[in-house]
């Protein structure tokens, strides 16, 4: 299999979208990007300042005194325009993707096709206005009602490094939809694909709708504060996602805030080991672990622990590599800080208990002995009552535990302060519905490891995994519309 040239080797200074133009910033704060298969630079940023953040919330604000006008047909006619261009600079994106963040190709083919999917979903929302709004006609003698849904105003879109551009789906093409404009805050861990996505936007919707610049979390709460944004689409930790939900509830300021999350898979006595450990590969290792609905603690419920382990083993033996490298099955982690995390959980995971089945702390891969790569770790004798058993490993990472019913691993999914996802392998319909309607998360998955909702649903996060007044994605349109009546009389 070949490996991929990139889009450029070097991106040099990247730039600030603030209304019509591409500005470099004049903040003396810079940060260099690297690639984290390489960790050389890649290009080079600069964290806003606080007049050009004022001004990418004034631009937007502006923008959308026209934009809120533009007829639903019209909007609509954009965002499938937008949909077009992404399929011409689809390949672009990607290898810029997999560059940016470590992600093998097929992970960012996978990321980008979920993006036009948003965008699809966006276009069928801006349809779905119509049947959102409502008419009675002579309620009372003379009177006729309505209500009628209208957009709010610019919003604060906040985007994590783990998926960079899936998340700025997950908001943007929404509140463009309903008639919102947007300023987009991205984050450091990779710039030039933050870039990149809004470079293509930005050649369609006129100017001002979409706004980018590097802020910080003191440049996000200060255009947040600002009277012309009128709330938050935020992806990211669940730590930060409370501080921004106390500084929206004193603004009065709607929001929607997706955190982290410590996802389960429970394997039944009656499962496919075979599949079950297939599946699990993605789940647990894919994209270095660095994903919202994937898991790291694995409960096998009767006696399939140890054969379940074998096969999960070998599943494991993945080819570490540059993600352009088309035979690369795992990429590196998006950061040094990040893997380093990992490895500490890892570590604090064995200290209270766990036993290595396989190590994947320190991996040689040929070529790139600078890069942030961990192999998959697998662990067993895990138990909910160790700490690491409630807290997100995000790496590549799987720890077994075992279970004596259905109804005990219930419990300990749970236990835990998240909601975003659990699943479920079995062959019985009657384990199947008992679970899927006793799990207190958002998003359940029978027979599958990652239950990725589609982009014509929300994802349904709970508990800590989720802080807000509306869910991402459809769901958003409702964070990003606001309803009127109207209560006529003519006689």
């Given amino acids: 299999m070949a490996l991929l040239s990139e889009v450029k080797s070097n991106y040099g200074e990247l730039e600030q979208l603030i209304g019509s133009e591409w500005l470099k910033s004049q903040s003396t704060n810079s940060i260099t990007s690297v690639n984290p ?10 964290i806003a300042t606080q007049e050009e953040a004022q ?29 077009g261009k992404l399929e011409e600079r689809f390949e672009e994106l990607c290898r810029i993707l997999s560059q940016d963040h470590g992600r093998t190709i ?24 119509v049947k959102m709004n409502e008419h009675i006609d002579q309620l009372a003698t003379g009177i006729d009602q309505t209500l009628v849904w209208e957009p709010v105003g610019a919003f604060l879109i906040v985007t994590p490094g783990n998926i960079p551009i899936h998340a700025w789906s997950s908001f943007v093409p929404y509140a463009l939809a309903a008639g919102c404009t947007v300023v987009v805050s991205p984050s450091p861990h990779d710039p030039v694909a933050a870039e990149a996505i809004n470079r293509v936007a930005q050649e369609v919707f006129p100017p001002g709708v979409i706004n980018m610049v590097y802020g910080n979390a003191e440049i996000n709460q200060t255009m947040l504060r600002q009277n012309e944004i009128k709330g938050l689409g935020f992806i990211g930790s669940t730590q930060v996602g409370r501080e921004l939900n106390r500084l929206c509830g004193e603004l009065g300021k709607p929001c929607s805030l997706n955190g982290n999350g410590k996802n389960h898979v429970v394997v039944m006595p009656d499962a496919d080991l075979e599949q079950a450990a297939k599946l699990l590969v993605s789940s647990c290792f894919a994209m270095g672990g660095q994903r919202c609905l994937g898991s790291d603690n694995v409960v096998v419920v009767g006696d399939g622990h140890d054969e379940l382990k074998e ?7 993945m080819k570490l590599g540059y993600g352009l490298d088309e035979s690369t099955q795992l990429g590196p982690m998006c950061t040094q800080a990040g893997k380093d995390k990992v490895i500490n959980w890892i570590d604090k995971a064995i200290n209270e208990g766990a036993k290595v089945v396989l190590d994947g702390r320190n991996p040689k891969v ?5 890069g942030y790569f961990l192999s998959p770790t697998v662990l067993e004798n895990g138990h909910p009552d160790m700490p690491s058993a409630g807290q997100e490993s ?3 990472v799987a720890i077994l535990m075992r279970a004596e019913s259905m109804d005990e691993a219930i419990d300990w ?13 079995t062959e019985s319909g009657k384990h199947a519905r008992k679970f899927t309607r006793a799990v207190n998360v958002g998003n359940v998955g029978i027979n599958m ?11 349904g996060s709970r508990k800590e995994s989720f802080l807000g007044s509306a869910k991402s994605r459809m769901a958003s349109m409702q964070l990003f519309l606001d309803e009127k009546t109207i209560t006529s009389r003519w006689v």
């Fill in 449 to 459: 490891a990652i239950p990725q909702p589609y982009a014509f649903f929300p994802l």
């Fill in 413 to 425: 999914i749970d236990r835990t302060n998240y909601g975003h996802s659990a699943c479920l392998f």
């Fill in 366 to 370: 040929e070529g790139y002995q600078n």
């Fill in 55 to 83: 001004a990418a919330v004034v631009a937007a604000d502006l923008a959308f005194q026209s934009w809120k006008d533009v007829c639903l047909r019209d909007r609509a006619k954009l965002l499938f325009d937008f949909r």
């Fill in 106 to 129: 097929g992970e960012s083919r996978g990321s980008v096709r979920r993006v036009i999917e948003n965008i699809e979903s966006a276009c069928s929302a801006a349809y779905g206005l």
């Fill in 394 to 396: 995000f790496g590549p």
């Fill in 37 to 46: 298969a390489t960790a050389e630079v890649i290009a080079e940023f600069s």
């Fill in 311 to 317: 096969k999960l083993v070998v599943a494991a033996n």
